[in-house]
């Protein structure tokens, strides 16, 4: 029987192999070289997705982080790029007496800006009623 080489038998080494019997009867040569090759093709092919996703990850990231700095350069280059005390296009007119939309648009009557003074109701000076003495605590 040929020894293998030390790559072969990494590559060929599983769980099951580790915890093997040497002398086992149930089990045989072929079948348990074929296993341990089908499970040498399985963690390979683990690992190469494993490794995939990974790098895909990583790729993501790199590409957020890289497009967050560009918008971040090109809102500092318009601050900077920015009048600070721009003038007004316009010129000032006087300000309005009232700002009412709600007339300006018909729906509620115009109101003044400032209420007219309306003379207060005077209180009735009526004498109390006949039979009770108003506020005054009865007499005892």
């Not at 316009?90 to 300000?95: H, K, S």
């Not at 309005?96 to 009557?109: F, I, R, S, T």
Request: hydrophobic content about 40%; cysteine-free; glycine content about 8%.
């Amino acid at each position: 029987m040929s020894r293998l080489s030390l790559r072969e038998r990494l590559l060929r080494m599983n769980q099951r192999s580790l915890f093997h019997r040497v002398g086992d009867p149930a089990a045989t040569a072929p079948q348990i070289a074929e296993e341990e090759l089908t499970a040498a093709v399985n963690a390979r092919g683990e690992a190469v997705q494993r490794l995939q996703v990974g790098m895909f990850g990583i790729g993501a990231m790199v590409l957020l982080v890289g497009l967050a700095s560009i918008i971040g350069g090109q809102a500092d280059k318009t601050d900077r790029l920015a009048v600070p005390e721009a003038a007004p296009t316009t010129e000032p007119g006087a300000p309005a007496a009232q700002n009412n939309p709600l007339a300006d648009a018909g729906v509620v009557p115009d109101i003044a800006a400032e209420p007219s003074p309306s003379p207060s109701p005077k209180p009735l000076d009526l004498p109390p009623p006949p039979g009770s003495a108003g506020n005054v605590a009865p007499a005892q």
